[in-house]
Each structure stands twice: as C-alpha cells, then as structure tokens.
C-alpha cells in the first residue's frame, strides 16, 4: 500500500492504487491532443489509478471507485490490467465482504470494471451507487459486463445525496451526463472532474475524452472554485499524489 490514509473528523480515507501506467494504444494520444490548450510536452502521460476506501468511527466501509478490474475487463484494451484493488484493499485491512457502500464517480471502464471478478459482483454485501444519468447512457461492454451483473446491487440516484453516515455525493456532469464526486467532510474524491494538474493550474483547459466538453470545463470551473474557497483536500484519481490541499 503506496499512500498513507488522512483522517478527518474521525473519518480514515486511505489510496489505494489499483494500477501506473500510460494509456494503451487504443486511445493513446499526444497529451496536448489530450488537454488542448495546456502546452504540455510530447511525452507519454502516466496515470496513477487510485480508489478511495472510507472507514468511519463506527467500522463502516465505504469504496469510492473499483478500477481497472482484471485481464479480461472492459478496460483491458487500454488500461494497465490487471488491477491491484483486492490486494490495496487487504493491505488497508479490509475484505471486500465487509464494504457496505460502492461509490461509482461514473461508469468508464477504468472506474468501475472492479466492481465485477469472474463475472460476480466483488463486493457481495454492498450497494453500488450510480447517477441515472449515467445508467442511462452505459452502453458496449461497462454494460453489459459491468452494469448487468451488479444490477440487483444498484441505488441510482439523481442529483447530490447522502449515500452512508457522513459520505455524501454531488452531482458533476460534463466528463459523462452522470459524473459525480464523493465528499466526506473536507475531503472531496473527485473521479475524472480534474486529470491532469495542467487543469488545476487552468480549470479551462479541456480534455479530449470528456463527453460533454464545454460542460466538463464549466463544471470544472465552478466546482474547484468552490473547494479553492473552503480550502478543501482533492483525492484524485490519476494524480501521482492522491492528496491534495487546495
């Protein structure tokens, strides 16, 4: 386990890095085709793939995103499969039976594909949270590999909510219709709402894979303006460095 846990408000937050790597030749593409506008040097992005497990006073467990999932997942025609999220899960102490709660960011196959192994739900005793907005669009192998095993496992929601004691979920659209970031007190994992620290320096500067690009970047703006103000801590998902204080 690579990354130490924070704890705030008596609440543990502890990385997990589910896997490094560039982007497969599928989708690879030149980081500033990537992130018009940045600047940024012809040289291969790293991704770090991180997921968030939450752990309150009262022992409860809350996953915020599953990663890249195994050898035969959605993601493994570009990401670094397979994912190291059950052995980052038993490093922090935690069986996956014991997760009450499964936080989805959004349904793109390098954020959710662990939410399924051997073609089971991997977490057996949890309820997966998605926006509808999200269900609704999900189409090609998230689908049917992902959202059709763990449907009798899904709460779909719509808009911000408060999906366990003291975690909550805020509704950011733009990178997909149902984009949403998991908050527990300053905390705020923010899934793919920012990607690169090119768009921490300029929340405008886009990224070719959002769905929807100029609600990306708007929501983008007024979300980390919003944090910047509270002084908030970013866990991010693609970050070298999951934490980061605003």
């Known amino acids: 386990m690579p990354h130490r846990p924070i704890t705030v408000s008596g609440v543990e937050v502890t990385p997990l890095c589910d896997a490094v790597g560039p982007m497969g030749p599928a989708i690879r593409r030149p980081p500033a085709e990537l992130f018009p506008g940045s600047g940024l040097p012809d040289e291969p992005w790293i991704l770090h793939f991180h997921c968030y497990l939450i752990r309150d006073a009262a022992d409860r467990l809350t996953l915020v995103d599953t990663g890249i999932g195994g050898t035969d997942s959605p993601a493994s025609s570009w990401a670094p499969v397979p ?8 490093a922090a102490g935690a069986d996956p039976a014991e997760i009450g709660t499964v936080v989805l960011t959004h349904l793109h196959s390098d954020h959710a594909s662990g ?30 590999d992902v959202v059709t095993v763990i449907k009798a496992q899904l709460q779909v929601i719509e808009g911000d909510a408060e999906v366990a ?24 994992m923010t899934g793919d709402l920012i990607l690169h620290p090119a768009q921490l320096a300029d ?3 886009p990224y070719a894979y959002d769905d ?35």
């Open 83 to 90: 994912g190291t999220l059950a052995g980052e899960l038993a």
């Open 165 to 188: 004691p003291g975690v909550h979920v805020h509704h950011t659209p733009g990178h997909t219709p149902g984009h949403q970031i998991a908050r527990v007190g300053e905390v705020a």
């Open 212 to 246: 929807d690009v100029e609600t990306a970047t708007r929501t983008r703006t007024e979300v980390l303006a919003a944090l910047r103000a509270e002084r908030a801590i970013l866990a991010t998902a693609h970050f070298s460095e999951p934490f980061l204080r605003l």
């Open 203 to 205: 929340p405008a500067v």
């Open 115 to 144: 939410a399924v192994a051997d073609g089971r739900p991997m977490f057996v005793n949890a309820r997966y949270v998605v926006q509808r907005a999200d269900l609704d669009a999900a189409r090609g192998p998230v689908l049917d």
